[in-house]
């Protein structure tokens, strides 16, 4: 059994605490045992788990590992006292707000023999699964993703690259590498508006463009449009949802691994893309933060 803490209890750390009282049967999952949660705010216990401090967390040999819930900007923190404890860590997409800060991070789990698994639920729900099947083998000419979305603190949740890198993921995981071409972005500080642009350009050099646009109001929305030589997809093909949720599925993950039931090619390739994701977000914040040229 992995003695396991979660660290934050907001929507996702409630959902993880949730996950791990009830296990599936049979699942990875039953090799975890919730040690107890970490808040920064006074709550007692929560569903019999009792609130433990974060020195407790990290000093505890019965504390195998840590499930990181908190806001983006914190962590990289958090990640980094864990493992430096000699703990595993899952943590919620982003691992960090730099790419070289999530490389370090990833040097230190290795050098450590620990496991370091980063949350991208977006890859397991239903819709994905089968917009994947239905690009497979199909040779792309030009691509859009376009997602909408509520307003975010930037403050807490970073660059729009990073806070919405799950959409950057499926563009990667879809078609593979590549390479930023240009990007920008449009804010409107006073109306809490924002709009990112990012052209890319595939391995084959066909352009691909993804939209991260956020504002009060706006309904969280997905729309593709994905041509290729044998015709578009223009919308996210409908699927059912899966009876098993998606952070247990991510939970079941984190214990396979933890169980060394995940093969070296996959961990390695996870790792790749995850890390060549947060390149290209930090890439894409370059782009954006650059002054404008002014012509004479």
């Avoid at 240009?182 to 993804?210: C, G, I, V």
């Avoid at 949802?241 to 691994?257: C, I």
């Avoid at 977000?281 to 002054?291: K, L, M, S, V």
Wanted: aromatic fraction near 6%; glycine fraction near 8%; charged fraction near 25%.
């Amino acid at each position: 059994m992995f003695g396991t803490v979660v660290v934050g209890i907001g929507i996702a750390g409630s959902v993880r605490i949730r996950d791990m009282l009830n296990p599936m049967p049979s699942s990875p999952s039953e090799h975890l045992k919730l040690f107890g949660f970490v808040s920064r705010r006074t709550l007692g216990n929560i569903n019999e788990v009792k609130q433990i401090s974060l020195q407790d967390a990290l000093g505890n040999k019965e504390v195998q590992a840590a499930i990181i819930s908190t806001d983006n900007k914190t962590h990289e923190e958090n990640v980094r006292m864990f493992l430096e404890a000699g703990k595993h860590v899952l943590v919620e997409y982003p691992m960090a707000l730099s790419a070289s800060t999530a490389r370090e991070l990833w040097d230190m789990a290795e050098q450590k023999g620990k496991i370091l698994h980063v949350e991208h639920i977006e890859l397991l729900t239903e819709e994905y699964k089968q917009l994947k099947k239905e690009v497979a083998g199909k040779e792309l000419v030009k691509g859009m993703l376009h997602f909408t979305g509520g307003a975010l603190d930037e403050e807490q949740s970073g660059f729009p690259a990073f806070s919405g890198i799950a959409r950057l993921t499926w563009l990667v995981d879809l078609f593979g590498d590549l390479t930023v071409t240009s990007a920008s972005r449009e804010e409107q500080k006073e109306k809490n508006y924002s709009r990112m642009t990012a052209h890319f350009q595939t391995a084959d050099k066909k352009p691909l463009t993804w939209i991260e646009e956020r504002g009060p109001g706006l309904r969280r929305d997905k729309k593709i449009n994905f041509c290729f030589k044998s015709g578009c997809l223009e919308n996210l093909p409908e699927a059912p949802r899966s009876a098993v949720g998606l952070f247990m599925q991510d939970q079941n993950l984190f214990a396979k691994k933890l169980l060394g039931q995940v093969s070296r090619e996959e961990l390695a390739a996870e790792k790749w893309r995850i890390l060549r994701c947060l390149d290209l977000a930090e890439e894409i914040q370059q782009h954006c933060e650059r002054p404008a040229k002014i012509h004479s």
